[in-house]
């Protein structure tokens, strides 16, 4: 039986799915075939997506390939957190109390609400005429 050389796993946050591949390697991120630092200028979410490695100080161990669709910015950067951190436990079952402790194995089940018939939005109700 042949050995498994990668730990897939998927993290989701709002409308955004992240499908995470760990692979043991230099420590390369790609994202939808795009380097990291080009998908992810902003500082606040290259943050987020490394958190789990740098928590495991496991940087420079595997290399990362995320397709992720669907969300924003924050979402996907989100969603490919948990990916991460889930992969990371695949990988190697003792990191599992550290990133639990860190709060990155916890999946943040805040979606938007459905709008409602009658209303503007979910809970917004139109302004009755005052005369």
Not at 8 to 35: C, D, F, H, W, Y
Not at 63 to 82: C, E, P, R, Y
């Amino acid at each position: 039986m042949k050995k498994q050389t990668y730990f897939q796993k998927t993290g989701r946050r709002k409308e955004a799915t992240a499908k995470v591949r760990l692979v043991p390697g230099a420590g390369t991120i790609t994202i939808n075939g795009v380097p990291f630092e080009e998908r992810f200028p902003r500082l606040a979410h290259r943050i987020t997506v490394t958190r789990p490695l740098v928590v495991t100080e496991s940087i420079d161990k595997y290399n990362i390939t995320v397709k992720v669709l669907g969300g924003g910015i924050t979402g996907q950067s989100s969603a490919i957190s948990l990916g991460i951190a889930r992969s990371l436990v695949a990988s190697d079952e003792n990191l599992k109390p550290v990133l639990r402790k860190n709060g990155l194995l916890t999946r943040d089940c805040r979606i938007k609400e459905r709008k409602k018939p009658g209303l503007k939005r979910a809970r917004k109700v139109a302004q009755s005429p005052k005369r």
